[in-house]
């Protein structure tokens, strides 16, 4: 079957940097996204490679390897602000996205 | 503002109840989708819209009943409804359906069933 797995639950120091993981599994791969979901807020997009490498996009960046099935979103100087969940969803072969459960972060003073 | 905003933004109805959630997009976007929200699982699909025309219904009860009468509306209508079909109900829309681009969120709807 087709699956995404992240942690539940990461904790981390404003300031810091903070790498959220992300492995698929799916039928086929045309990209993978992240996004961002604050408390009772839309989830936003953040991110999408389709290509091996890392995109960097100001104190966020997303690096994939298509080889080994990896995603990871890295938040670098962090902010209370960035207290939210953080949801990984590929795309298969078919083009449908198979979402992960969500990784909610927390970020301590 | 995503450009998608979808009402009430809160509902608690009883098992009896009759219902409807409403979904609208303001970006001209073909495809309209309805996912539901469960904490700690990922995001379920429920149903995909394109062009105003059901492509996608993912097993879904039947007490769910969506209906799209235009390419910018989208309601979710209950009825009969379950105490574990409390969730947040969120609308998405995108400019097609062959998820390369980002979809566009609204900020749901949280239901609660008594």
């Known amino acids: 079957g087709q699956n995404i797995d992240q942690p539940t639950e990461m904790t981390a120091t404003e300031g810091a940097i903070v790498q959220i993981n992300c492995t698929y599994q799916t039928s086929g791969f045309n990209g993978l996204f992240w996004y961002q979901q604050h408390a009772g807020e839309a989830p936003t997009f953040l991110s999408y490679?389709?290509l091996d490498g890392l995109e960097e996009k100001g104190r966020f960046s997303s690096f994939l390897s298509r080889s080994k099935g990896y995603s990871y979103l890295l938040l670098k100087e962090l902010q209370m602000k960035d207290s939210a969940s953080y949801l990984c969803?590929?795309?298969?072969?078919?083009?449908?996205?198979?979402w992960g459960a969500g990784t909610k972060l927390i970020i301590k003073p | 503002e995503t450009g998608v905003t979808q009402t009430p933004r809160h509902l608690v109805m009883g098992m009896t109840n009759k219902k409807s959630l409403k979904c609208e997009q303001h970006l001209g976007h073909n495809a309209m989708y309805w996912y539901k929200q469960s904490a700690k699982k990922p995001l379920e699909l429920m149903f995909v819209y394109n062009f105003k025309e059901q492509t996608e219904n993912n097993s879904v009860p039947s007490r769910f009943s969506p209906e799209c009468p235009n390419s910018s509306h989208l309601f979710l209508h209950l009825h009969t409804l379950q105490p574990e079909d409390s969730a947040l109900y969120l609308c998405?829309?995108?400019?097609?359906?062959?998820?390369?681009?980002?979809?566009?969120f609204g900020e749901g709807s949280r239901l609660t069933v008594l």
């Open positions: 490679n389709v």
């Open positions: 998405a829309s995108s400019p097609g359906l062959d998820h390369t681009g980002e979809l566009f």
């Open positions: 969803a590929a795309t298969d072969s078919n083009y449908q996205l198979i």
